[in-house]
C-alpha cells in the first residue's frame, strides 16, 4: 500500500469560514508534508512533521494551522483565508525526514508519496 | 534561485519521437526523485536514483544520475499521449550542510505535450 489519502478533493470556501484538510496514510512513514501548488508551478512546502512532531514551518501565514493527531493522520486547519490562498493542497509522507544534514548521501528515505490533492478555492 | 533547473521548462512533440529533460543544480543531492504529475492530481512517483552514474529503466523511460550526483535525465523512447504531463524532478536533500531546503527541493518541471 502506497497510498496517501487526501479529503476533501475539492473545496469551496468563503473568507470567513473555518474549514480543515485530512491527510492519512498507513505505510508507516514518520515523515508527513504539506505542499502548496499553483497552477503551472511545482510545489512549494509549507510544513513539515517528523514523528508527530513540527519540524519546519515555511513562514506559512497563521491562517494556516497544520495539526498530526497520530503517526497516520495529518490535518490543514484553514481559516480567514484569501482569495490568492487559492491552490492545490498536495500532502505528502516519507520514511523519515532527513533534514539539513547529510546523512552519508545515497538514501531512499527523502523518497515522498503524495496524495491526490484538494483542490481550494476562496470566494 | 533555484536550487534544481529543469529543461526544457514546455515541450510538445509528436508521438513516436524520443526526447529528453534535464535537471541540473550546482548542489550534490543524496537522492533525485522524477515525478510526473496530471492536472489536479498529485505528483506520482516514478523512480528514484541515489548512486552517482546511476541508470534506470522503466520500461520506456531511461533515468540517469549523475557521477557527481548534481543532476539527472529523463530520457522517453517512442513517445505517447499517455506520456502527457507535468515531470518534476526533486531532490531531499542537498548534502551541504547548512544549505538548501527542507523536506524536497522541486525544480520548476517539464510540461510535456505528446501530440497524436
Known amino acids: 500500500d502506497t497510498e496517501v489519502t487526501q479529503t476533501p478533493k475539492h473545496l469551496v470556501m468563503g473568507m470567513t469560514n473555518k474549514k480543515s484538510l485530512k491527510c492519512e496514510q498507513h505505510?508507516?512513514?514518520?515523515?508527513m508534508y504539506w505542499y502548496k501548488q499553483k497552477a503551472k508551478k511545482p510545489p512549494e512546502l509549507m510544513f513539515v512533521?517528523?514523528?508527530?512532531?513540527?519540524?519546519i514551518n515555511e513562514s506559512v501565514p497563521s491562517r494556516f494551522s497544520p495539526e498530526c493527531p497520530n503517526s497516520s493522520l495529518l490535518n490543514l486547519h484553514l481559516h480567514a483565508l484569501q482569495p490568492e490562498d487559492s491552490a492545490l493542497y498536495l500532502c505528502?509522507?516519507?520514511?523519515?525526514?532527513?533534514?539539513?544534514?547529510?546523512?552519508?548521501?545515497?538514501?531512499?528515505?527523502?523518497?515522498?508519496?503524495f496524495g491526490q490533492g484538494t483542490r481550494l478555492t476562496v470566494v | 534561485t533555484q536550487l534544481l533547473e529543469q529543461s526544457p521548462q514546455f515541450l510538445s512533440i509528436q508521438e513516436g519521437e524520443n526526447l529528453t529533460v534535464y535537471c541540473n543544480s550546482s548542489?550534490?543531492?543524496?537522492?533525485l526523485q522524477w515525478y510526473r504529475q496530471e492536472p489536479g492530481e498529485g505528483p506520482v512517483l516514478l523512480v528514484t536514483?541515489?548512486?552517482?552514474?546511476e541508470v534506470k529503466k522503466l520500461k520506456r523511460l531511461t533515468f540517469q544520475f549523475g557521477d557527481a550526483r548534481k543532476d539527472s535525465s529523463l530520457h522517453i523512447t517512442a513517445a505517447q499521449p499517455g506520456d502527457t504531463g507535468l515531470y518534476l524532478c526533486?531532490?531531499?536533500?542537498?548534502?551541504?550542510?547548512?544549505?538548501?531546503?527542507?523536506?524536497?527541493?522541486f525544480g520548476k518541471g517539464t510540461h510535456l505535450i505528446i501530440q497524436p
Open positions: 505528502a509522507s516519507s520514511q523519515l525526514f532527513v533534514g539539513r544534514l547529510d546523512v552519508g548521501g545515497g538514501n531512499r528515505e527523502a523518497e515522498a508519496f
Open positions: 505505510m508507516g512513514h514518520r515523515a
Open positions: 512533521y517528523s514523528y508527530e512532531k513540527l519540524s
Open positions: 548542489s550534490v543531492f543524496s537522492s
Open positions: 536514483v541515489v548512486t552517482g552514474g
Open positions: 526533486a531532490g531531499g536533500p542537498p548534502t551541504e550542510s547548512g544549505g538548501g531546503a527542507d523536506g524536497l527541493t
